[in-house]
């Protein structure tokens, strides 16, 4: 059994304020039109991580911000921590009652979701004319095509192992789903859940949608036709789904597979209870620090496709009604830019432009671990445009996911299943 020690959803919003230690005159920069006037600008900025939480990936965004402060004392960022799933509920309320945040991040499949519920401002010139994203970011945009938000770090999927547990049932590390199968198998024998993943919805059932959005870029599986249905049932999904019931029948699948999130398998890797799971890029550098014996490597193959998985990544984008246009672009350039970049990889986390990686961190050994990452997202994934339904299409799989587990469907239901529950 998977054992659920922490999670990264952190429920009601905690304010969280770091204070400015000097202050100086504004200038055009921080305000004027867009900048709230001729004072100090304060910035309200959600975030989904707690600077607070002693993590890498908390602590580069606490050091981040005082450095950004520390550069620009005329800007002060009010940071609210919210959970993601809380977020994307709250937006569009805070939106539509003027109270939007000047900046917040969001994850990008729920980009366009936002976009349609009106919780953006469009970018500005001087966003629009950044052109050394690693990745095309023209696919964060609204109903329009506007583009809303510009990418904050890169992530794909990985296959993650315990090299420990491996050793024990003497196997390799799998290069196809039929091999991960067959070790996933031999480590549930030997009394680990043989391969995490979960089919629950408290997180906006984040591990297996994330796991199934890059399953369908290896398959070259588009997932909604040209009215943004889903539209994916066929042969090429239901190798995903029939990977599920074979592990499934194996017994290789946790025994709280139907609550587990991505929070409970992430810790399960960790303290040793899992053998397998294909997780987020971003995980890289704490399992290194956490457990050295969890290991990655390329996604596996399928019986078509190639091990290209899709573009993720948390973004950046200015709250609708903001009136702090010029100096919540300032913010975000800081935070996507060199300002910020070192203190991003110190915290396993892939800066999305190439000039970041002129910064002279990324030529010591430091920077090996998030150099190697950023080369692996660069060619083994690739972005792509979502639809305003991505909750459903993930809420979806959750379900048709606790079908399988509890109700013993095939593959191909499980598929039909998902898609039938995203279309209501």
Not at 54 to 82: G, H, T
Not at 355 to 360: E, L, Q, R
Not at 367 to 392: C, K, L, M, R
């Amino acid at each position: 059994m998977i054992k659920k020690r922490w999670s990264i959803a952190l429920g009601a919003v905690a304010a969280a304020s770091l204070l400015l230690t000097a202050c100086a005159p504004a200038d055009d920069s921080g305000g004027g039109d867009n900048g709230g006037g001729t004072g100090p600008v304060t910035l309200t900025y959600w975030d989904f991580l707690d600077p607070s939480q002693d993590n890498p990936r908390s602590n580069a965004l606490r050091d981040s911000i005082a450095a950004f402060e520390e550069a620009n004392p005329d800007i002060k960022i009010d940071l609210s921590v919210v959970a993601l799933g809380d977020m994307i509920s709250r937006l569009p309320q805070s939106a539509a009652a003027g109270q939007a945040p000047d900046v917040f991040k969001m994850f990008t499949p729920q980009v366009p979701q936002m976009a349609a519920a009106g919780a953006y401002t469009p970018l500005p010139e001087a966003a629009l004319g950044v052109d050394d994203w690693l990745r095309p970011a023209d696919t964060l945009a609204g109903p329009d095509g506007q583009q809303v938000a510009v990418p904050y770090e890169y992530r794909t999927c990985a296959l993650y192992y315990n090299q420990k547990i491996l050793d024990e049932i003497g196997a390799t590390q799998p290069t196809t789903y039929d091999e991960v199968v067959d070790v996933a198998a031999k480590a549930a024998a030997a009394g680990y859940t043989g391969f995490g993943t979960g089919f629950s919805d408290t997180d906006n059932s984040a591990i297996i949608a994330t796991f199934f959005d890059c399953f369908m870029s290896q398959v070259d599986q588009d997932i909604w036709n040209d009215d943004g249905d889903a539209d994916y049932a066929g042969e090429k999904a239901n190798e995903f789904g029939d990977f599920l019931t074979k592990l499934r029948d194996a017994n290789a699948l946790g025994s709280s597979v139907v609550s587990d999130t991505y929070s409970s398998v992430t810790d399960g890797l960790a303290n040793g209870t899992v053998a397998m799971a294909v997780l987020g890029t971003e995980r890289i550098v704490t399992y290194a620090a956490s457990n050295p014996d969890i290991k990655w490597a390329d996604l596996p193959t399928a019986s078509t496709g190639d091990q290209a998985g899709a573009t993720l990544g948390w973004t950046m984008g200015i709250g609708a009604g903001s009136e702090k246009v010029d100096a919540a672009w300032k913010f975000i350039e800081f935070m996507t830019g060199t300002g910020a970049a070192e203190l991003m990889a110190s915290g396993g986390e892939v800066p999305t432009r190439s000039s970041s990686y002129d910064a002279p961190f990324f030529s010591t050994p430091e920077a090996d671990t998030v150099n190697s990452i950023a080369e692996y997202v660069e060619s083994n994934s690739e972005p792509h445009t979502y639809q305003d339904n991505w909750i459903a299409i993930a809420t979806g799989l959750s379900q048709a996911g606790q079908a399988l587990y509890l109700n013993g469907l095939s593959g191909s239901e499980f598929i039909t299943a998902a898609q039938d529950a995203a279309n209501k």
